[in-house]
């Protein structure tokens, strides 16, 4: 009773370091972290450490200000940034690393945890790993949330990459990312938001301590809503510059698609995604609409018979799917796409893996309006009670109470 007491009064005080300013929430690293962030101010003091890239992203501050979250910016010098990745050839550190190290940065983190008792200092993805030593407390807690195992990312990249400039640069940024993991090691606790990449890095043994965190869904935005949606309409949403979307995208629109408009010649697919790239652009036509960035994504999938996760390679788990499933969309998607779901997810997703399976499962579904109306209604009940963000993030707290708590006693003993 002691103990479930002290949690409840408890207030950790915590410490996040991003590269990247959580807002808006429009791609998948951004949104992770703003779930993260909104979900633990409602019980915890926590304080955001970002970059300043562009001054337009100070209106972006206001917004989380807004919300009461403190953040402080450190400006990022982007042309030292790119002139230090010229001599990053002559290193054995990742680009990206190389790219974001900021002596500024560090110091700041340095001061912050010399000055102030912070119990947590959460570092979001792989590329802040470099800052672990500026934590000058022994009492402070360090996690690294890695989201997804870029070394996982990159292997995929190099099943799939033909052009062989491209596969010689990713080889030897594979190699270096291999490499650089292994600083998980001055961490209390890695996290992951799927199983494969958990499992991938354990057998590598980059850390004795690798934590699933799921990505969760606000349930208060995607929840079941019956409504009935445009005949034929097909969606696919992402962050459109990333490489493994741009892949799936024309995977589909070339190989997939094509048997879908032989039974179907109506069908349209809507591509939904900040920046378009000019090769996905290139794809429009009369069956393929561009759509880029929208300010109502919810509507979108609700609007659509369809929702599409064509994914060939890439790491993580897919935003994309729980939030249509959450929505009681009908998904479609590749096994490597639904991969790191746990098994009471992926049963609610349509798997296939060659482009003639893959449209006749959307076809079924066009041509079965009880897939809607009955099984995704299940489907979102189910989705919304197993990852919405009180429980996901939930058992994070719980988690990092614990070893604080257990830190704190070693640290004593």
């Known amino acids: 009773f002691i103990f479930f007491l002290s949690k409840m009064l408890w207030k950790l005080k915590i410490l996040i370091i991003t590269p990247i300013i959580p807002y808006p929430p429009y791609r998948g690293d951004k949104l992770r972290i703003y779930n993260v962030i909104k979900t633990l101010i409602k019980k915890h003091d926590v304080k955001v450490l970002s970059f300043l890239k562009d001054k337009n992203e100070l209106n972006f501050v206001s917004e989380l200000k807004k919300l009461g979250i403190d953040v402080e910016l450190i400006k990022f010098p982007k042309l030292k940034a790119y002139l230090r990745l010229i001599l990053a050839f002559f290193t054995k550190t990742p680009l990206q690393v190389i790219f974001y190290y900021n002596k500024k940065l560090m110091q700041r983190i340095y001061e912050l945890t010399s000055n102030e008792n912070y119990d947590i200092a959460y570092f979001h993805i792989f590329t802040t790993m470099q800052y672990h030593n500026a934590v000058n407390n022994p009492q402070t807690l360090k996690v690294i949330d890695l989201t997804d195992a870029y070394s996982l990312y990159l292997k995929r990249i190099l099943e799939f990459e033909q052009s062989i400039l491209n596969r010689i640069f990713f080889t030897i940024e594979k190699k270096r990312v291999y490499e650089y993991e292994k600083i998980s090691k001055y961490f209390d606790t890695v996290f992951v938001c799927s199983k494969i990449d958990k499992e991938f890095l354990q057998q590598r043994n980059i850390h004795a301590n690798i934590q699933l965190f799921e990505n969760g869904i606000d349930t208060n935005i995607y929840k079941y809503e019956e409504i009935i949606p445009e005949k034929h309409r097909i969606i696919f949403t992402g962050n459109l510059p990333y490489f493994p979307n741009r892949d799936a995208v ?164």
């Open 250 to 413: 024309k995977y589909f629109v070339n190989e997939i698609f094509p048997y879908v408009l032989q039974k179907v010649p109506d069908a349209k697919l809507y591509i939904v995604g900040k920046d378009p790239t000019q090769d996905i652009m290139d794809l429009s036509s009369k069956n393929v609409i561009v759509k880029g960035f929208v300010e109502d994504l919810k509507y979108e999938y609700l609007v659509s018979e369809v929702n599409i996760a064509p994914m060939r390679f890439g790491a993580g788990t897919a935003n994309k799917i729980i939030e249509a499933i959450a929505l009681g969309v009908p998904t479609v998607a590749t096994s490597l796409a639904v991969k790191g779901f746990d098994e009471n997810v992926k049963k609610y997703v349509f798997e296939a893996d060659t482009p003639e399976n893959f449209a006749n499962k959307i076809i079924e579904i066009f041509n079965d309006n009880s897939i809607r109306t009955n099984f995704m209604k299940e489907a979102s009940k189910t989705v919304s009670y197993l990852l919405n963000l009180d429980t996901v993030i939930g058992r994070i707290e719980n988690y990092l109470f614990e070893r604080k708590k257990n830190k704190r006693e070693s640290n004593y003993n």
